[in-house]
């Protein structure tokens, strides 16, 4: 297989279903080996061997490619990161757990059923998956409030969505599993907003 920096093939390859499968396999060797965020749409180009046009002809950015490769559709990050940035500081984390959640329960939450133990299942897709939510998703949010610790305050929130996305679609507990997200959010969101912007600070009491 071509190393990330070999020079693509000569010539302008068809963007046909070909082109998209072979696009895919290289992303997937790349977001492996090379992360998430050090990736790009150009270094996949160049291990699949293809013009970085022909990627951007079925992957508009590095985002789509990857949710693509993990099989999961009509995932915007920037969109969510948008309505979840739209309001008052003060209820992020309400809107944080109702953006989400609405985005799982797409499709009656079946992609996250079919995706998630998948992606859990293999190690390297693993790691893969939570780099992406945390660069993506959780990142974006957590660092444009400009609060200090914001790797800890990142994989709080992860934490706290993850068990969510457990308790509601991978093992159901009820009455949890069949609540509006807007009900959740009320509840959990306290949660979240804490992590979020409130004092993270240990007690030297907790720490021993």
């Known amino acids: ?20 499968s072979e696009i895919l396999a290289a992303a997937r ?43 999961v559709v009509g995932i915007d990050p920037g969109a969510v990161v948008g309505r979840i940035a739209t309001g008052p500081v003060e209820t992020l984390g309400e809107r944080l757990v ?11 939450g079946d992609t996250v059923r079919v995706v998630v133990p998948a992606v859990m299942s293999d190690a390297a897709l693993r790691g893969l998956l939570s780099q992406f939510i945390g ?5 974006p949010v957590v660092r444009a ?21 457990m308790t509601r679609f991978l093992v159901p507990v ?14 959990v969101g306290p949660n979240l907003q804490r992590y979020l912007t409130g004092d993270l600070a ?6 021993a």
């Open 1 to 20: 297989m071509a190393s990330p920096d070999s020079a693509p093939r000569r010539g302008r390859r068809p963007a046909g279903q070909d082109a998209r």
């Open 29 to 71: 060797t790349e977001f492996v080996e090379r992360g998430y965020e050090a990736a790009s749409l150009r270094s996949v180009a160049r291990r699949a061997g293809v013009d970085p046009g022909t990627v951007r002809h079925w992957f508009s950015d590095k985002a789509k490619l990857l949710t693509a490769m993990l099989g």
């Open 98 to 108: 109702e953006a989400l959640l609405g985005l799982w329960d797409e499709y009656g």
């Open 135 to 139: 660069a993506a998703i959780l990142g």
């Open 145 to 165: 409030l400009d609060v200090p610790d914001a790797p800890l305050r990142t994989a709080l929130v992860a934490s706290q969505m993850a068990g969510l996305m």
């Open 174 to 187: 009820e009455p949890l599993a069949s609540m509006r997200p807007s009900q959740v959010a009320a509840l």
């Open 202 to 207: 240990v007690s030297s009491a907790e720490r």
